[in-house]
T-cell receptor, first 114, second 113 residues
Framework: GENVEQHPSTLSVQEGDSAVIKCTYSDSASNYFPWYKQELGKGPQLIID?????GEKKDQRIAVTLNKTAKHFSLHITETQPEDSAVYFC?????????????FGTGTRLKVLA | AAGVIQSPRHLIKEKRETATLKCYPI?????VYWYQQGPGQDPQFLISFYEKMQSDKGSIPDRFSAQQFSDYHSELNMSSLELGDSALYFC????????????FGSGTRLTVV
């Protein structure tokens, strides 16, 4: 079945450094790729997303890149801050039977060290 | 802005008991999705509803059932609870069956003892 691999599972960076999280998906019909930030005890919150007709998108310190040929997409966080510490999930979304199916990656626990 | 409301936030049940989780979508959102997230796991899709009809089904056990009501809120009914059902249950809503625009609630933490 469809799956999304996410790496690394944990990531520790010094405050001010960059963090990169990578995902690989298997369903070639996937055409929408959101990233979620989940803080302890809270629901996943959308932080950035990208559609299949775009290769890169940036929003302040956060950027996402997509390589459709290789079925890879990545989250880049620059100038990391302690409040960026959370679990990050990628997802690949594609049409299925008249609706859309979200397949989540396994999550990356990011820790930003002050 | 209004968000997705889930109740209760926390729930403790004994094995073989029944639990009902409620989800109130964002106003004008007509599609609701239920996810189960085990400790340290990614969210797993259970079931979704669009305009009060089931639209998709994932890894939802037969012991669970769900429905969407006329006001678009949804309830997840879980019977014969097992220890392995302990998890965070998230609801998300969207306007229409679209690929984007999901908003997640804060979840219900179910503990089965």
């Amino acid at each position: 079945g469809e799956n999304v691999e996410q790496h690394p599972s944990t990531l520790s960076v010094q405050e001010g450094d960059s963090a990169v999280i990578k995902c690989t998906y298997s369903d070639s019909a996937s055409n929408y790729f959101p990233w979620y930030k989940q803080e302890l005890g809270k629901g996943p919150q959308l932080i950035i997303d990208i559609r299949s007709n775009v290769g890169e998108k940036k929003d302040q310190r956060i950027a996402v890149t997509l390589n459709k040929t290789a079925k890879h997409f990545s989250l880049h966080i620059t100038e990391t801050q302690p409040e960026d510490s959370a679990v990050y999930f990628c997802a690949a979304v594609g049409p299925t039977s008249g609706t859309y199916k979200y397949i989540f990656g396994t999550g990356t626990r990011l820790k930003v060290l002050a | 802005a209004a968000g997705v409301i889930q109740s209760p936030r926390h729930l403790i049940k004994e094995k073989r008991e029944t639990a009902t989780l409620k989800c109130y979508p964002i106003p004008r959102h007509d599609t609701v999705y239920w996810y189960q997230q085990g400790p340290g796991q990614d969210p797993q899709f259970l079931i979704s509803f669009y305009e009060k009809m089931q639209s998709d089904k994932g890894s939802i056990p037969d012991r669970f059932s769900a429905q969407q009501f006329s006001d678009y809120h949804s309830e997840l009914n879980m019977s014969s609870l097992e220890l392995g059902d302990s998890a965070l249950y998230f609801c998300a809503s969207s306007h229409g069956q679209v690929s984007s625009g999901y908003t997640f609630g804060s979840g219900t933490r179910l503990t089965v003892v």
